[in-house]
């Protein structure tokens, strides 16, 4: 309960600040996915994103529906579920190798950086481990239960199925055991494309039993039989679902650059990518910033000693085994150690192997499934040394060591959960967060903003530069804001825009173009937000230099037009003139669905035209975000245009238009372009 406890704090403490700010994937499965079954939209399979499973889906959106679009209705189920792998990890130690492995495998796992990574962000990983704990945790109570739950064949139908019912019933039974089993790998299924891979786990250790321990497989195998075929029932609306749109799991052939390779006969990624992925447990890890300091390995030298050291010792058991397999001389106690070894043993293997065949290698989150299993081998030796299993043989040191072994236990759980916790806490909430690509990734500087604009109440309407790459910096500033409709930002790309009214605007990212930069001054007293700094503009600038304003039908008007003839730049001035109609433009995911079009639906065109009006060359776009823009903006967007060599540009046009269907909007006069003579 402690252990849990500690962990349920670590994995709520400044859960809104740690991520430091919100990543692409994890708007995306709250905002798009999950909100799909909030509207309805009820399915197994959802294809956007590459591909998503809908049960954590469906948990989120009632997180989202009780709470919405913030830290709680987001992150808070990802808390939820990695507190409930730390128990669930203590009860499955326990069952396999005594209550020592279980409590300092549970530890290890609540102060883990890869557990609290997952733990702490909205993403399906996370529900892997809790759903393949479990499933091994009700398999091997059946595995172990001395009952038999075959039916007498001689006995009535009526005694039959009362027997049936009881043993059902009983929570101790192996049936029962083995239907529960079969629902949570099922439900591993709904969950993550890893899930898929649980039934070879116990496929591949039922076959080890066969061959070491005839007698357990013969009084299990028909229970294991009812086992999958209940799984495989249970999986028949996402096989059905797959069969219907196979182009929707287009994420498992962009990943699976190794395993391609070697199907083309070059094995080389492949044995790279397994060497990798074995050292990212002392060596190197994960090298995505997203989930990792780069290349820093899972465990400190410590952690990677013991953790090794129940890698060997499980192997060790396993071998042995087999060599009195092979010799015909096989010891029920060393069948005991092997079977629990074994199966630990393919379970790791078994949920490392995606990062085998996929990149990047080592990935956090294409292991996730090993992840309990991970620290259950690093406790192995200690749950060794505490049942005696390591000491010296030679009897003048016996009662040495005997006398010795308990506090030698309690010392080297300390060690382990101590040198996991002193290297894991640190990196996560300090070291992590404070580098700048973490920070960039994960929009740190965007929720600096937001926390800069809450703490200033009187800042309500502003600019704010980025990309435009997509809807999710907006929706980042937008729960930073706690969904407040009282604050308007403008979002805008400087390196093509300058926002002109609202006068006030943060820039940094991108950098500023060059031509605009003399046109923002900087805010007194100076005021800074991560890389972002409030500048201000003359609001009144592209109202004096303006001759006349044209109105399009859409409520965008246009108001100057400048070609430089130096840099070949066309500036154009606009202004809106009232709210704008645009089309509907929903959310989606990144990658979008097969066939689903995920561009913007309104841009500017800008041609140059020679003396015989043949097309010389053009330049699209519209750099501020149209969603955002109210009424009486105004803003200047550059379009860079370089004729062909030779060729001299007579005219420039420009307009509006909608990407997706190509049609031009008018204007309120029934012009689809303007001109502009160039001298």
């Known amino acids: 309960m402690v252990i849990t ?50 049960l954590y889906h469906a948990l989120n959106a009632v997180m989202l529906g009780l709470f919405g679009a913030n830290w709680v209705g987001i992150r808070l189920l990802s808390a939820f579920l990695a507190t409930l792998a730390v128990p669930l990890t203590h009860r499955l130690g326990r069952e396999l190798f005594g209550r020592w492995v279980g409590l300092v495998a549970a530890a290890g796992l609540a102060f883990s950086f890869w557990g609290l990574m997952y733990g702490r962000f909205g993403l399906r990983h996370v529900t892997m481990p809790v759903l393949v704990t479990a499933a091994f945790y009700f398999f091997w109570r059946g595995f172990k239960n001395k009952g038999d739950w075959r039916l007498d064949p001689s006995a009535s139908l009526r005694a039959r199925i009362r027997d049936s019912r009881s043993s059902i019933s009983n929570l101790q039974s192996p049936i029962t055991n083995y239907l529960i089993t079969a629902f949570f790998i099922s439900l591993g299924f709904y969950t993550y494309f890893a899930g898929r891979g649980v039934p070879l786990i116990l496929l591949a250790f039922m076959g080890f039993v066969w061959l070491v321990q005839r007698p357990s497989f013969y009084k299990n195998w028909r229970g294991w039989v009812v086992m999958l075929v209940v799984t495989a029932v249970l999986a028949i609306p996402l096989i059905l679902t797959l069969q219907a749109q196979p182009e929707a799991e287009g994420r498992v052939g962009e990943l699976a650059v190794p395993l391609v390779e070697a199907r083309q006969g070059n094995f080389a990624p492949l044995r790279e990518y397994v060497v990798i992925t074995l050292s990212m447990f002392h060596a190197t890890g994960d090298d995505e910033w997203l989930y990792n ?12 000693i013991f953790f090794w050291g129940g890698v060997l010792l499980a192997v060790m058991d396993v071998a042995v085994v087999l060599w009195q397999w092979l010799r015909r001389r096989v010891e029920p106690t060393a069948v ?10 393919l379970w790791w293997l078994a949920g490392i192997a995606p990062a085998f065949i996929s990149i990047p ?26 049942k005696g299993r390591l000491a010296i043989r030679d009897w003048r040191f016996k009662s040495l060591i005997a006398n010795l072994q308990s506090p030698l236990t309690i010392i080297l759980a300390v060690l382990l959960i101590v040198s996991i916790a002193a290297r894991d806490l ?15 990734l994960y929009r740190a500087d965007i929720q600096d903003v937001a926390d800069t604009v809450n703490e200033n109440p009187e800042l309500t309407d502003f600019g704010i530069s980025g990309l435009l790459a997509g809807p999710w910096d907006r929706l980042a500033l937008q729960i930073g804001l706690h969904n407040d409709p009282e604050v308007r930002p403008r979002w805008f790309n400087a390196e093509r825009a300058l926002l002109l009214s609202p006068p006030l605007s943060f820039v940094g990212f991108p950098e500023t173009a060059a031509a605009y930069q003399p046109l923002l001054n900087p805010v007194s007293p100076s005021a800074t937000a991560g890389f972002y700094s409030l500048a201000q503009t003359e609001a009144q600038m592209l109202a004096e230099r303006s001759e006349e304003r044209i109105c399009f039908n859409n409520g965008l008007c246009w108001l100057t037009a400048v070609f430089d003839p130096a840099t070949n730049h066309l500036e154009l001035g606009w202004q809106v003139g009232e709210t704008l109609e645009l089309p509907e433009m ?3 995911s990144n990658p979008p669905p097969p066939g689903v079009y995920a561009g913007p639906r309104l841009h500017v065109f800008a041609q140059l035209l020679d003396a015989e009006g043949n097309f010389l060359v053009g330049d699209d776009g519209l750099w501020v975000d149209p969603v ?31 990407p997706m269907t190509g049609e031009r909007i008018r204007t ?6 303007l001109s502009l003579d160039i001298p």
């Open 5 to 54: 406890f500690v962990a349920f704090v670590l994995r709520l403490w400044q859960l809104d600040h740690f991520p430091p700010g919100w990543r692409d994937d994890e708007l995306i499965n709250s905002l798009v996915i999950s909100q799909k079954v909030l509207d309805g939209n009820l399915v197994v399979y959802y294809p956007d994103a590459s591909g998503h499973e809908a």
């Open 586 to 588: 929903p959310l989606i």
């Open 426 to 440: 640190p990196d996560y909430f300090q070291h992590w967060p404070e580098r700048g690509m973490v920070r960039f």
């Open 668 to 673: 309120t006069d029934g012009r689809d372009h």
């Open 336 to 345: 005991s150690r092997a079977l629990p070894a074994a199966f630990l043993l």
């Open 361 to 386: 290698p080592a990935s956090l989150g294409h292991t996730i499934l090993a992840q309990p299993a991970t620290y259950i081998l690093a406790a192995l030796p200690i749950g060794r040394l505490a």
């Open 293 to 304: 300091i780069p290349n820093r390995p899972l465990f400190s030298p410590v952690g990677a």
């Open 628 to 658: 955002t823009l109210q009424p009486g903006d105004t803003f200047l967007q550059q379009h860079w245009l370089t004729p062909p060599e030779g060729r001299v540009a007579t005219t420039a046009i420009f307009g509006l238009y909608d």
